[in-house]
Protein backbone atom coordinates (compact mmCIF):
# COMPACT_ATOMS: atom_id res chain seq x y z
CA UNK A 1 0.00 0.00 0.00
CA UNK A 2 1.44 3.41 -0.64
CA UNK A 3 1.43 5.10 2.24
CA UNK A 4 3.94 8.39 0.77
CA UNK A 5 4.21 9.93 -2.30
CA UNK A 6 6.60 12.72 -3.54
CA UNK A 7 5.02 14.56 -6.31
CA UNK A 8 6.84 16.82 -8.59
CA UNK A 9 9.22 18.26 -5.92
CA UNK A 10 11.51 21.01 -6.70
CA UNK A 11 13.97 23.14 -4.49
CA UNK A 12 16.34 25.57 -5.53
CA UNK A 13 18.94 27.55 -3.66
CA UNK A 14 20.37 30.69 -3.67
CA UNK A 15 23.53 30.72 -3.83
CA UNK A 16 24.45 34.07 -3.72
CA UNK A 17 22.95 36.03 -6.83
CA UNK A 18 23.11 32.44 -8.53
CA UNK A 19 19.63 30.39 -7.90
CA UNK A 20 20.37 26.42 -8.51
CA UNK A 21 17.70 23.93 -8.79
CA UNK A 22 18.87 21.51 -7.19
CA UNK A 23 16.07 18.99 -7.39
CA UNK A 24 14.12 19.05 -10.74
CA UNK A 25 10.84 17.32 -10.36
CA UNK A 26 10.73 14.46 -8.44
CA UNK A 27 8.43 11.87 -8.31
CA UNK A 28 8.17 8.98 -5.77
CA UNK A 29 5.92 6.48 -4.05
CA UNK A 30 6.86 4.14 -1.17
CA UNK A 31 5.15 1.46 -0.18
CA UNK A 32 4.62 0.06 3.86
CA UNK A 33 6.69 -2.64 4.80
CA UNK A 34 9.29 -1.82 2.02
CA UNK A 35 13.13 -0.01 2.52
CA UNK A 36 13.60 2.03 -0.65
CA UNK A 37 17.56 3.15 -1.16
CA UNK A 38 18.15 6.24 -2.94
CA UNK A 39 21.50 5.78 -4.98
CA UNK A 40 23.27 8.31 -6.35
CA UNK A 41 26.42 10.69 -7.06
CA UNK A 42 27.62 12.91 -4.27
CA UNK A 43 25.77 16.03 -5.02
CA UNK A 44 22.97 14.78 -6.55
CA UNK A 45 20.44 15.65 -4.09
CA UNK A 46 19.43 12.72 -2.36
CA UNK A 47 19.70 14.51 1.46
CA UNK A 48 18.12 17.40 -0.12
CA UNK A 49 14.98 14.93 -1.16
CA UNK A 50 14.91 12.62 2.12
CA UNK A 51 15.15 16.05 4.36
CA UNK A 52 12.17 17.64 2.22
CA UNK A 53 10.63 14.00 2.30
CA UNK A 54 11.07 14.61 6.09
CA UNK A 55 9.61 18.05 6.76
CA UNK A 56 12.77 19.11 7.57
CA UNK A 57 12.91 21.60 4.65
CA UNK A 58 10.07 22.88 2.91
CA UNK A 59 10.18 22.20 -1.04
CA UNK A 60 10.06 25.24 -3.57
CA UNK A 61 7.61 23.67 -5.59
CA UNK A 62 5.39 20.00 -5.42
CA UNK A 63 3.39 18.30 -2.70
CA UNK A 64 4.64 15.89 -0.13
CA UNK A 65 2.07 13.62 0.31
CA UNK A 66 1.74 11.56 3.58
CA UNK A 67 -1.57 9.49 4.47
CA UNK A 68 -3.31 12.04 2.02
CA UNK A 69 -1.68 15.57 3.93
CA UNK A 70 0.14 17.44 2.09
CA UNK A 71 3.54 18.21 4.26
CA UNK A 72 4.15 21.90 2.08
CA UNK A 73 0.79 22.95 3.08
CA UNK A 74 0.95 22.61 6.94
CA UNK A 75 2.19 24.34 9.78
CA UNK A 76 5.42 24.38 11.23
CA UNK A 77 3.54 22.60 14.08
CA UNK A 78 1.66 20.40 12.17
CA UNK A 79 4.85 19.36 10.92
CA UNK A 80 6.45 18.93 14.21
CA UNK A 81 3.96 17.26 15.27
CA UNK A 82 4.02 14.95 11.89
CA UNK A 83 7.95 14.26 12.83
CA UNK A 84 7.45 13.78 16.67
CA UNK A 85 4.72 10.86 16.19
CA UNK A 86 4.79 9.60 12.56
CA UNK A 87 8.44 9.51 11.39
CA UNK A 88 11.93 8.42 12.52
CA UNK A 89 14.90 9.47 11.71
CA UNK A 90 18.73 7.80 11.59
CA UNK A 91 21.55 9.91 10.48
CA UNK A 92 25.17 9.20 9.47
CA UNK A 93 25.80 9.84 12.53
CA UNK A 94 23.49 8.76 15.55
CA UNK A 95 23.49 12.58 17.03
CA UNK A 96 22.62 11.32 20.52
CA UNK A 97 21.99 13.29 23.30
CA UNK A 98 25.52 14.05 25.10
CA UNK A 99 23.73 14.07 28.85
CA UNK A 100 21.57 11.69 28.56
CA UNK A 101 21.89 7.69 29.07
CA UNK A 102 20.83 5.23 26.53
CA UNK A 103 17.89 4.22 28.25
CA UNK A 104 17.09 8.05 28.52
CA UNK A 105 17.30 8.62 24.66
CA UNK A 106 14.40 6.74 24.02
CA UNK A 107 12.38 7.65 27.47
CA UNK A 108 12.82 11.02 25.86
CA UNK A 109 11.63 10.14 22.25
CA UNK A 110 8.34 8.83 24.07
CA UNK A 111 7.80 12.14 25.72
CA UNK A 112 8.44 13.88 22.29
CA UNK A 113 6.22 11.68 20.45
CA UNK A 114 3.36 12.43 23.11
CA UNK A 115 3.05 8.26 24.14
CA UNK A 116 -0.13 7.47 26.14
CA UNK A 117 1.80 4.35 27.66
CA UNK A 118 2.31 4.62 31.16
CA UNK A 119 5.76 5.02 33.22
CA UNK A 120 6.30 1.53 34.09
CA UNK A 121 4.93 -0.01 30.07
CA UNK A 122 7.23 3.20 28.60
CA UNK A 123 10.17 1.97 30.45
CA UNK A 124 9.29 -1.66 29.43
CA UNK A 125 9.09 -1.00 26.01
CA UNK A 126 12.80 0.58 26.01
CA UNK A 127 13.63 -2.11 27.66
CA UNK A 128 12.34 -4.49 24.68
CA UNK A 129 13.71 -1.70 21.90
CA UNK A 130 17.44 -2.14 23.21
CA UNK A 131 16.60 -5.57 23.46
CA UNK A 132 16.09 -5.67 20.09
CA UNK A 133 18.97 -3.51 18.34
CA UNK A 134 21.15 -5.64 20.94
CA UNK A 135 21.81 -2.75 23.38
CA UNK A 136 20.24 -3.68 26.42
CA UNK A 137 23.32 -4.30 28.37
CA UNK A 138 24.34 -0.54 27.85
CA UNK A 139 20.77 0.72 29.33
CA UNK A 140 22.84 3.16 32.07
CA UNK A 141 25.39 4.12 29.66
CA UNK A 142 26.08 7.55 28.23
CA UNK A 143 26.87 8.00 24.48
CA UNK A 144 30.30 9.43 24.96
CA UNK A 145 31.38 5.48 26.02
CA UNK A 146 29.40 3.96 23.25
CA UNK A 147 31.43 2.66 20.35
CA UNK A 148 30.09 4.08 17.14
CA UNK A 149 28.28 0.82 15.96
CA UNK A 150 26.37 1.12 19.05
CA UNK A 151 25.85 4.42 19.09
CA UNK A 152 24.28 4.08 15.64
CA UNK A 153 22.13 0.74 17.12
CA UNK A 154 20.54 3.06 20.28
CA UNK A 155 19.71 5.55 17.19
CA UNK A 156 17.92 3.13 15.61
CA UNK A 157 16.23 1.57 18.82
CA UNK A 158 15.30 6.24 19.51
CA UNK A 159 14.24 6.00 15.60
CA UNK A 160 11.49 3.57 15.85
CA UNK A 161 10.62 3.28 19.70
CA UNK A 162 7.59 5.30 18.96
CA UNK A 163 6.45 3.15 16.42
CA UNK A 164 6.96 5.52 13.49
CA UNK A 165 4.92 5.22 9.97
CA UNK A 166 8.30 6.32 8.42
CA UNK A 167 11.50 5.65 8.81
CA UNK A 168 13.98 8.04 6.90
CA UNK A 169 17.69 7.46 7.24
CA UNK A 170 20.44 9.16 5.58
CA UNK A 171 23.72 6.99 5.10
CA UNK A 172 22.99 4.67 8.47
CA UNK A 173 26.02 2.83 7.94
CA UNK A 174 28.83 5.19 6.77
CA UNK A 175 30.41 6.13 9.64
CA UNK A 176 30.51 1.84 10.59
CA UNK A 177 32.53 -0.78 9.29
CA UNK A 178 31.74 -3.16 7.13
CA UNK A 179 30.55 -5.83 9.72
CA UNK A 180 28.55 -3.53 11.81
CA UNK A 181 27.39 -2.03 8.66
CA UNK A 182 25.70 -5.42 7.40
CA UNK A 183 24.33 -5.99 11.20
CA UNK A 184 22.41 -2.60 11.14
CA UNK A 185 20.75 -3.01 7.94
CA UNK A 186 19.75 -6.71 8.58
CA UNK A 187 18.28 -4.55 11.79
CA UNK A 188 16.98 -2.27 9.35
CA UNK A 189 15.29 -4.74 7.26
CA UNK A 190 13.69 -6.59 10.03
CA UNK A 191 12.14 -3.41 12.05
CA UNK A 192 10.80 -2.68 8.91
CA UNK A 193 9.13 -6.04 7.94
CA UNK A 194 8.12 -7.06 11.37
CA UNK A 195 6.89 -3.58 12.43
CA UNK A 196 5.63 -2.71 8.71
CA UNK A 197 7.39 0.75 8.64
CA UNK A 198 8.10 2.43 5.30
CA UNK A 199 11.87 2.91 4.95
CA UNK A 200 13.32 5.59 3.25
CA UNK A 201 17.57 5.22 3.22
CA UNK A 202 20.10 6.85 1.10
CA UNK A 203 22.99 4.83 0.53
CA UNK A 204 26.57 5.09 -1.19
CA UNK A 205 27.71 2.07 -0.33
CA UNK A 206 26.34 -0.90 -3.11
CA UNK A 207 26.83 -3.15 -0.44
CA UNK A 208 24.06 -2.38 1.26
CA UNK A 209 21.86 -2.46 -1.76
CA UNK A 210 21.08 -5.69 -0.87
CA UNK A 211 18.79 -5.20 2.07
CA UNK A 212 16.27 -2.94 -0.20
CA UNK A 213 13.54 -3.85 -1.80
CA UNK A 214 13.70 -1.40 -4.14
CA UNK A 215 16.19 1.18 -5.78
CA UNK A 216 15.90 4.04 -6.87
CA UNK A 217 19.01 6.17 -8.72
CA UNK A 218 19.30 9.61 -8.78
CA UNK A 219 21.79 12.06 -10.98
CA UNK A 220 22.02 15.79 -10.68
CA UNK A 221 18.33 16.45 -9.69
CA UNK A 222 16.95 13.83 -11.71
CA UNK A 223 15.10 10.11 -10.62
CA UNK A 224 16.90 7.86 -13.77
CA UNK A 225 14.35 5.43 -15.22
CA UNK A 226 15.47 1.87 -13.63
CA UNK A 227 15.84 0.88 -17.11
CA UNK A 228 19.40 2.58 -16.81
CA UNK A 229 21.06 0.77 -13.68
CA UNK B 1 11.90 14.84 31.87
CA UNK B 2 14.18 17.03 33.16
CA UNK B 3 16.69 17.74 30.58
CA UNK B 4 17.78 20.79 32.50
CA UNK B 5 18.84 19.22 35.64
CA UNK B 6 20.09 16.25 34.00
CA UNK B 7 22.59 17.95 31.82
CA UNK B 8 23.96 20.18 34.43
CA UNK B 9 24.64 17.06 36.69
CA UNK B 10 26.06 15.76 33.44
CA UNK B 11 28.22 18.65 32.52
CA UNK B 12 29.22 19.39 36.37
CA UNK B 13 32.20 21.75 35.38
CA UNK B 14 30.98 23.83 33.16
CA UNK B 15 27.39 25.08 35.03
CA UNK B 16 30.35 25.30 38.21
CA UNK B 17 32.76 27.76 35.70
CA UNK B 18 29.67 29.90 35.06
CA UNK B 19 28.25 29.75 38.15
CA UNK B 20 31.35 31.11 39.91
CA UNK B 21 31.31 33.84 37.58
CA UNK B 22 27.72 34.82 38.99
CA UNK B 23 28.36 34.38 42.31
CA UNK B 24 32.12 36.64 41.86
CA UNK B 25 30.42 39.41 40.21
CA UNK B 26 27.45 39.26 42.48
CA UNK B 27 29.73 39.45 45.43
CA UNK B 28 31.56 42.10 43.95
CA UNK B 29 28.49 44.35 43.52
CA UNK B 30 27.36 43.32 47.05
CA UNK B 31 30.66 44.01 48.35
CA UNK B 32 30.75 47.44 47.07
CA UNK B 33 27.13 48.04 47.61
CA UNK B 34 27.73 47.49 51.16
CA UNK B 35 30.79 49.88 50.66
CA UNK B 36 28.57 52.78 49.97
CA UNK B 37 26.19 52.00 51.93
CA UNK B 38 28.51 52.13 54.92
CA UNK B 39 30.48 55.38 53.51
CA UNK B 40 26.69 57.14 53.11
CA UNK B 41 25.79 56.01 56.87
CA UNK B 42 29.45 57.19 58.17
CA UNK B 43 28.73 60.48 56.09
CA UNK B 44 24.72 60.75 57.37
CA UNK B 45 23.68 58.00 59.54
CA UNK B 46 21.89 61.01 61.93
CA UNK B 47 19.87 62.11 59.19
CA UNK B 48 19.45 58.67 57.58
CA UNK B 49 18.05 56.88 60.58
CA UNK B 50 15.75 59.48 61.09
CA UNK B 51 11.93 58.03 59.45
CA UNK B 52 10.57 59.39 56.70
CA UNK B 53 9.21 62.87 57.50
CA UNK B 54 9.84 66.95 56.88
CA UNK B 55 12.74 68.90 57.11
CA UNK B 56 11.85 72.99 57.48
CA UNK B 57 14.70 74.97 56.96
CA UNK B 58 14.46 79.15 56.51
CA UNK B 59 13.76 79.76 52.77
CA UNK B 60 16.37 82.68 52.35
CA UNK B 61 19.17 79.80 53.10
CA UNK B 62 18.57 78.61 49.41
CA UNK B 63 18.66 74.81 50.55
CA UNK B 64 21.96 75.13 52.61
CA UNK B 65 20.90 74.58 56.17
CA UNK B 66 24.50 76.36 57.53
CA UNK B 67 22.91 79.54 56.46
CA UNK B 68 19.53 78.60 57.95
CA UNK B 69 18.31 80.43 60.79
CA UNK B 70 14.67 79.85 61.86
CA UNK B 71 12.88 82.90 63.93
CA UNK B 72 12.24 81.94 67.36
CA UNK B 73 8.82 83.12 67.40
CA UNK B 74 8.16 81.14 63.82
CA UNK B 75 10.03 77.75 65.71
CA UNK B 76 7.37 78.63 68.63
CA UNK B 77 4.33 78.61 65.90
CA UNK B 78 5.54 75.11 63.70
CA UNK B 79 6.39 73.26 67.36
CA UNK B 80 2.90 74.41 68.77
CA UNK B 81 1.43 72.88 65.62
CA UNK B 82 3.18 69.65 65.07
CA UNK B 83 3.95 68.31 68.60
CA UNK B 84 6.20 65.83 67.59
CA UNK B 85 8.10 68.37 65.81
CA UNK B 86 11.99 69.21 66.88
CA UNK B 87 14.02 71.63 66.14
CA UNK B 88 17.83 71.31 65.99
CA UNK B 89 21.41 72.44 64.74
CA UNK B 90 24.47 70.79 63.61
CA UNK B 91 27.89 72.73 63.10
CA UNK B 92 31.40 70.60 62.63
CA UNK B 93 33.82 71.44 65.53
CA UNK B 94 36.56 70.00 67.98
CA UNK B 95 36.84 68.41 71.29
CA UNK B 96 39.99 68.56 73.31
CA UNK B 97 40.31 65.17 74.94
CA UNK B 98 43.17 65.73 78.80
CA UNK B 99 46.24 65.14 76.34
CA UNK B 100 44.50 67.83 74.45
CA UNK B 101 44.13 65.83 71.74
CA UNK B 102 41.76 67.26 69.24
CA UNK B 103 38.57 64.90 67.72
CA UNK B 104 36.73 66.08 64.84
CA UNK B 105 33.09 65.78 65.86
CA UNK B 106 29.79 67.02 65.13
CA UNK B 107 28.16 69.23 67.27
CA UNK B 108 24.09 68.23 67.40
CA UNK B 109 21.73 70.36 69.29
CA UNK B 110 17.82 69.88 69.90
CA UNK B 111 14.69 70.79 71.41
CA UNK B 112 13.70 68.22 73.07
CA UNK B 113 12.69 64.75 71.66
CA UNK B 114 12.88 60.93 71.30
CA UNK B 115 14.72 61.44 68.12
CA UNK B 116 17.87 63.22 69.13
CA UNK B 117 19.89 62.73 72.51
CA UNK B 118 19.12 65.51 74.81
CA UNK B 119 21.64 66.49 77.38
CA UNK B 120 22.76 68.18 80.58
CA UNK B 121 24.44 71.82 80.29
CA UNK B 122 28.29 70.50 80.73
CA UNK B 123 27.53 67.23 79.21
CA UNK B 124 28.08 65.26 75.98
CA UNK B 125 26.93 62.35 74.55
CA UNK B 126 29.28 60.67 71.67
CA UNK B 127 29.16 58.44 68.79
CA UNK B 128 30.74 55.17 69.98
CA UNK B 129 33.44 55.55 67.13
CA UNK B 130 34.94 57.78 69.85
CA UNK B 131 35.16 55.15 72.44
CA UNK B 132 37.36 53.15 70.18
CA UNK B 133 39.82 56.36 70.28
CA UNK B 134 40.51 55.80 73.62
CA UNK B 135 37.59 57.98 75.31
CA UNK B 136 36.20 56.61 78.14
CA UNK B 137 32.59 57.75 80.14
CA UNK B 138 33.66 60.63 82.88
CA UNK B 139 36.14 61.90 80.50
CA UNK B 140 36.30 65.74 80.63
CA UNK B 141 36.43 67.29 77.34
CA UNK B 142 37.18 70.65 75.90
CA UNK B 143 36.48 73.49 73.11
CA UNK B 144 38.20 76.93 72.45
CA UNK B 145 34.35 78.78 71.89
CA UNK B 146 32.90 77.28 75.52
CA UNK B 147 34.10 78.12 78.68
CA UNK B 148 33.11 75.19 80.66
CA UNK B 149 33.63 71.26 79.83
CA UNK B 150 32.17 68.68 79.15
CA UNK B 151 31.58 65.71 80.80
CA UNK B 152 31.48 62.31 78.94
CA UNK B 153 27.94 60.90 80.00
CA UNK B 154 27.53 58.20 77.77
CA UNK B 155 27.87 56.37 74.07
CA UNK B 156 25.37 55.81 71.26
CA UNK B 157 25.74 53.59 68.31
CA UNK B 158 25.87 54.81 64.72
CA UNK B 159 25.88 58.74 64.62
CA UNK B 160 27.64 60.27 62.19
CA UNK B 161 27.54 63.13 60.21
CA UNK B 162 29.63 64.68 57.49
CA UNK B 163 32.20 61.53 58.53
CA UNK B 164 32.67 62.52 62.16
CA UNK B 165 31.12 61.12 64.91
CA UNK B 166 28.46 63.41 66.29
CA UNK B 167 28.22 64.55 69.85
CA UNK B 168 25.39 65.69 71.32
CA UNK B 169 25.62 69.24 73.51
CA UNK B 170 23.24 71.19 75.37
CA UNK B 171 21.18 73.91 73.84
CA UNK B 172 22.89 77.09 76.12
CA UNK B 173 26.47 75.10 75.16
CA UNK B 174 25.82 75.35 72.02
CA UNK B 175 24.37 78.90 71.83
CA UNK B 176 27.56 80.18 73.51
CA UNK B 177 30.01 78.57 71.26
CA UNK B 178 28.63 79.49 67.89
CA UNK B 179 26.91 82.66 69.49
CA UNK B 180 23.59 81.63 67.78
CA UNK B 181 19.93 81.89 69.80
CA UNK B 182 18.15 80.26 66.52
CA UNK B 183 18.15 76.91 65.42
CA UNK B 184 18.25 75.51 61.74
CA UNK B 185 16.36 72.98 61.00
CA UNK B 186 12.91 71.64 62.14
CA UNK B 187 12.12 68.02 61.77
CA UNK B 188 8.76 66.88 61.85
CA UNK B 189 8.20 63.35 61.66
CA UNK B 190 5.92 60.82 59.43
CA UNK B 191 4.00 63.56 58.02
CA UNK B 192 3.68 65.73 54.61
CA UNK B 193 5.02 68.85 53.65
CA UNK B 194 2.98 71.67 55.00
CA UNK B 195 3.20 75.96 54.27
CA UNK B 196 4.98 77.81 56.46
CA UNK B 197 5.33 81.52 55.46
CA UNK B 198 9.68 81.47 55.43
CA UNK B 199 10.24 77.93 55.37
CA UNK B 200 11.06 75.58 53.15
CA UNK B 201 10.00 71.81 52.91
CA UNK B 202 12.21 69.20 52.20
CA UNK B 203 11.88 65.37 52.12
CA UNK B 204 14.36 62.94 54.03
CA UNK B 205 15.85 62.53 50.69
CA UNK B 206 15.70 65.82 49.42
CA UNK B 207 17.52 67.21 52.48
CA UNK B 208 20.05 64.75 52.15
CA UNK B 209 21.09 65.64 48.20
CA UNK B 210 21.28 69.28 49.85
CA UNK B 211 24.33 68.41 51.78
CA UNK B 212 26.82 68.57 49.12
CA UNK B 213 29.21 65.76 49.87
CA UNK B 214 27.03 63.14 50.24
CA UNK B 215 25.07 63.90 46.60
CA UNK B 216 28.17 63.75 45.52
CA UNK B 217 30.02 60.67 46.54
CA UNK B 218 26.40 59.06 46.34
CA UNK B 219 26.50 59.76 42.80
CA UNK B 220 29.69 58.00 42.01
CA UNK B 221 29.48 54.73 44.75
CA UNK B 222 25.72 54.65 42.55
CA UNK B 223 27.67 54.85 38.87
CA UNK B 224 29.95 52.10 40.30
CA UNK B 225 27.42 49.28 41.44
CA UNK B 226 25.21 50.01 38.12
CA UNK B 227 28.41 50.09 36.40
CA UNK B 228 29.03 46.47 37.88
CA UNK B 229 24.95 45.64 37.24
CA UNK B 230 25.19 46.53 33.52
CA UNK B 231 29.15 44.55 33.24
CA UNK B 232 27.63 41.86 34.79
CA UNK B 233 24.28 41.32 32.99
CA UNK B 234 26.93 41.31 29.52
CA UNK B 235 29.00 39.09 30.98
CA UNK B 236 25.77 36.76 32.15
CA UNK B 237 24.72 37.18 28.46
CA UNK B 238 27.95 36.00 26.74
CA UNK B 239 28.64 33.04 29.06
CA UNK B 240 25.36 31.93 28.38
CA UNK B 241 25.20 32.99 24.36
CA UNK B 242 29.11 30.77 24.57
CA UNK B 243 27.37 27.97 26.25
CA UNK B 244 24.44 27.94 24.03
CA UNK B 245 25.77 28.43 20.81
CA UNK B 246 28.28 24.67 21.35
CA UNK B 247 24.89 23.20 22.04
CA UNK B 248 23.23 24.64 18.64
CA UNK B 249 23.80 20.91 17.51
CA UNK B 250 22.21 19.62 19.80
CA UNK B 251 19.17 21.86 20.24
CA UNK B 252 19.14 20.73 16.10
CA UNK B 253 18.76 17.10 16.84
CA UNK B 254 16.20 17.85 19.78
CA UNK B 255 14.26 20.02 16.98
CA UNK B 256 14.72 17.55 14.57
CA UNK B 257 13.36 14.44 16.77
CA UNK B 258 10.29 16.70 17.50
CA UNK B 259 11.00 18.40 20.55
CA UNK B 260 9.05 21.82 21.11
CA UNK B 261 10.85 24.74 20.77
CA UNK B 262 9.52 25.89 24.22
CA UNK B 263 10.76 23.07 25.52
CA UNK B 264 14.25 23.80 24.54
CA UNK B 265 13.55 27.88 26.35
CA UNK B 266 11.70 26.05 29.42
CA UNK B 267 15.33 24.24 29.02
CA UNK B 268 17.73 27.09 29.38
CA UNK B 269 15.48 28.88 31.78
CA UNK B 270 15.64 26.30 34.66
CA UNK B 271 19.52 26.14 33.98
CA UNK B 272 19.61 29.78 34.52
CA UNK B 273 17.24 29.71 37.25
CA UNK B 274 19.02 26.94 39.48
CA UNK B 275 22.46 28.40 38.56
CA UNK B 276 21.80 31.70 39.41
CA UNK B 277 19.43 31.00 42.11
CA UNK B 278 22.51 28.50 44.06
CA UNK B 279 25.27 31.46 42.78
CA UNK B 280 23.41 34.30 44.54
CA UNK B 281 22.60 32.31 47.28
CA UNK B 282 26.55 32.04 48.29
CA UNK B 283 27.32 35.49 47.59
CA UNK B 284 23.89 37.03 49.84
CA UNK B 285 25.61 34.54 52.54
CA UNK B 286 29.06 35.69 52.25
CA UNK B 287 28.65 39.37 51.99
CA UNK B 288 26.52 39.35 55.19
CA UNK B 289 28.75 36.93 56.44
CA UNK B 290 31.37 39.92 56.02
CA UNK B 291 29.14 42.11 57.25
CA UNK B 292 29.31 41.14 60.50
CA UNK B 293 32.92 40.64 60.35
CA UNK B 294 34.30 43.41 58.74
CA UNK B 295 36.61 45.65 60.53
CA UNK B 296 35.22 48.16 62.16
CA UNK B 297 36.95 51.10 61.02
CA UNK B 298 35.86 49.86 57.35
CA UNK B 299 32.66 51.61 57.06
CA UNK B 300 30.44 48.39 55.76
CA UNK B 301 26.85 48.24 55.69
CA UNK B 302 24.96 46.37 53.69
CA UNK B 303 21.11 45.68 54.31
CA UNK B 304 19.05 42.57 53.85
CA UNK B 305 16.79 44.91 51.74
CA UNK B 306 19.53 46.07 49.60
CA UNK B 307 20.84 42.28 49.02
CA UNK B 308 17.53 41.65 48.23
CA UNK B 309 16.55 43.98 45.93
CA UNK B 310 20.22 43.62 43.95
CA UNK B 311 19.83 39.70 43.86
CA UNK B 312 15.95 40.46 42.00
CA UNK B 313 18.16 42.64 39.57
CA UNK B 314 20.35 39.70 39.21
CA UNK B 315 17.94 37.39 38.40
CA UNK B 316 15.75 39.60 35.79
CA UNK B 317 19.56 39.90 33.98
CA UNK B 318 19.83 36.38 34.06
CA UNK B 319 16.47 35.71 32.55
CA UNK B 320 17.21 38.46 29.80
CA UNK B 321 20.48 36.76 29.39
CA UNK B 322 19.15 33.36 28.83
CA UNK B 323 16.22 34.41 26.89
CA UNK B 324 18.40 36.44 24.16
CA UNK B 325 20.35 33.42 23.74
CA UNK B 326 17.13 31.59 22.94
CA UNK B 327 16.56 33.48 20.92
CA UNK B 328 19.13 31.97 18.91
CA UNK B 329 17.66 28.96 19.45
CA UNK B 330 14.62 29.36 18.18
CA UNK B 331 16.65 30.31 14.91
CA UNK B 332 18.16 26.55 14.59
CA UNK B 333 17.48 24.42 12.02
CA UNK B 334 16.89 20.77 12.73
CA UNK B 335 18.92 20.51 9.41
CA UNK B 336 21.81 22.59 10.07
CA UNK B 337 22.75 20.30 13.12
CA UNK B 338 22.45 16.99 11.39
CA UNK B 339 25.01 17.84 8.58
CA UNK B 340 27.39 18.83 11.22
CA UNK B 341 29.21 16.17 12.21
CA UNK B 342 29.51 13.61 15.20
CA UNK B 343 27.52 14.83 18.32
N1 LIG C 1 21.17 24.72 2.21
C1 LIG C 1 21.76 24.66 1.01
N2 LIG C 1 22.11 25.81 0.39
C2 LIG C 1 22.70 25.78 -0.82
N3 LIG C 1 22.99 24.66 -1.48
C3 LIG C 1 22.68 23.48 -0.91
C4 LIG C 1 22.05 23.43 0.35
N4 LIG C 1 21.87 22.12 0.69
C5 LIG C 1 22.35 21.41 -0.35
N5 LIG C 1 22.85 22.21 -1.30
C6 LIG C 1 23.42 21.78 -2.57
O1 LIG C 1 22.57 20.86 -3.18
C7 LIG C 1 23.30 19.84 -3.80
C8 LIG C 1 22.79 18.49 -3.37
O2 LIG C 1 23.09 18.31 -1.99
P1 LIG C 1 22.72 17.00 -1.22
O3 LIG C 1 23.23 17.12 0.13
O4 LIG C 1 21.28 16.74 -1.40
O5 LIG C 1 23.56 15.93 -2.02
P2 LIG C 1 23.71 14.38 -1.74
O6 LIG C 1 23.18 13.70 -2.92
O7 LIG C 1 23.12 14.03 -0.44
O8 LIG C 1 25.28 14.24 -1.68
P3 LIG C 1 26.15 13.31 -0.72
O9 LIG C 1 26.07 11.95 -1.33
O10 LIG C 1 27.50 13.87 -0.85
O11 LIG C 1 25.59 13.38 0.64
C9 LIG C 1 24.75 20.08 -3.50
O12 LIG C 1 25.39 20.65 -4.63
C10 LIG C 1 24.72 21.04 -2.35
O13 LIG C 1 25.82 21.93 -2.44
MG1 LIG D 1 23.86 13.47 1.52
Known amino acids: ?229 | MNLAWKEIKKNKVRFIILGSIIFLVSFLTFIISGLANGLSQDNAALIKDLPKGQFYMADDADGTFNLSRIDNDLQQKVMTKEKDAVAFSIQMGFLNDRDDKQQSVAFVTSTESTLFKNVHQGEVLLDSSLQDKGIQVGDTLTNNQYSGEFIVKGFVEQKKYSHAPVAYISEEAYHEMYRVNNKQLIYVPNKEPKEFKGLQAYSNKEFLNTIPSYSAEQLSLNMIIWFLVVISGMLFAIFFYMMNVQKIGLYGILKAIGLKTSKLFKMIWTQMAIITVISLFVSVSLSQLFNLVAPKGMPFTLTIATTTQLSIVFLIIGFIGATLSGIQIKKIEPLQAIQQGEA
Open chain 1, 1 to 229: MTLFTIDEVRKTFKNGEVEEEILKGINLSLKEGEITALVGASGSGKSTLLTIAAGLQPATYGQVLFEEQNLMTMSTEQVRKLRASKFGFVFQFAHLVPFLTVEEQLLLMLEVADSSLKKHEQKHEVNRLLQLVGMAHRMTAYPSSLSGGEKQRVAIARAIIHQPKVLFADEPTASLDSQRSKEIMLLLRELTKTLNITTLMVTHDEEMLAYADRIIKMSDGVVLPSAMY
